[in-house]
Structures are given as structure tokens and as C-alpha cells.
């Protein structure tokens, strides 16, 4: 069975910085790409960022491009988001997901076959 286990959440001032981590177990890590999402009150879970299964290619939305940063440790099995220059709207539930396809990166349109429970990020002005 699958597990992704967020963490990394809380509350910080704008402009500051978080770091979410996802540990994955079930799975060949190593294999899979993985994303981050996240769901505002009242809006639909949206992409934040996704990475393929080596490491080496990484996609955005354009909304955080340049703030923030995802990256992964085949050796723990841990996903990460860098979250820096952290602004109001922000402010989410942010979910780590691991890719429906081994092998196989499709940076935006991948699609996703497991969920993590999520963390609550919130920045205050």
C-alpha cells in the first residue's frame, strides 16, 4: 500500500520561507515522478510543481517559478518543496502525489495515482 506523509507546515510572515518534505513508502521510489499541489479555501487543487523520477528535470507553475524549488532523495525516499518569498495567497493545503507511470515525465499534465494527506501552509501579511 502506498503511504505519502506531508510535512512542513505552519505558519509563517510573508516573505518568509518554508520547507515541505513527503516521505514515500510502497512504492519504488526511485522510479516515479512525483508533484506537489495545493488547495486554497473555496478553490480547486492546483499543480505547484512536479519532478521526474531521477531528479533532473523539474516543472512549475507559473505562479511560484522562482520561489520556490522542489528536489527529491531517492535514498530517503523523500520529496521536498522549497517555498521562499512565501506570499499571502499562497496559503493552501499542499499535497504531495506520486506519478500513475514509472518512468515517464510529463512535467504539468502528469497525472497522478496516489495523494498524501496534506499540510497546512499559511502566510500571513
Known amino acids: 500500500q502506498v503511504q505519502l506523509v506531508e510535512s512542513g507546515g505552519g505558519l509563517v510572515q510573508a516573505g518568509g520561507s518554508l520547507r515541505l518534505s513527503c516521505a514515500a513508502s510502497?512504492?519504488?521510489?526511485?522510479?516515479?515522478?512525483m508533484g506537489w499541489f495545493r488547495q486554497a479555501p473555496g478553490q480547486e487543487r492546483e499543480f505547484v510543481a512536479a519532478?521526474?523520477?531521477?531528479?533532473?528535470?523539474?516543472a512549475y507553475a507559473d505562479s511560484v517559478k522562482g520561489r520556490f524549488t522542489i528536489s527529491r532523495d531517492n535514498a530517503k525516499n523523500t520529496v521536498y518543496l522549497q517555498m521562499n518569498s512565501l506570499k499571502p495567497e499562497d496559503t493552501a493545503v499542499y499535497y504531495c502525489?506520486?506519478?500513475?507511470?514509472?518512468?515517464?515525465?510529463?512535467?504539468?499534465?502528469?497525472?497522478?495515482?496516489?495523494w498524501g494527506q496534506g499540510t497546512q501552509v499559511t502566510v500571513s501579511s
Open positions: 510502497g512504492l519504488t521510489f526511485r522510479s516515479y515522478p
Open positions: 519532478i521526474s523520477w531521477i531528479g533532473r528535470v523539474t
Open positions: 502525489a506520486a506519478s500513475a507511470t514509472a518512468y515517464r515525465f510529463e512535467g504539468r499534465s502528469q497525472n497522478y495515482k496516489n
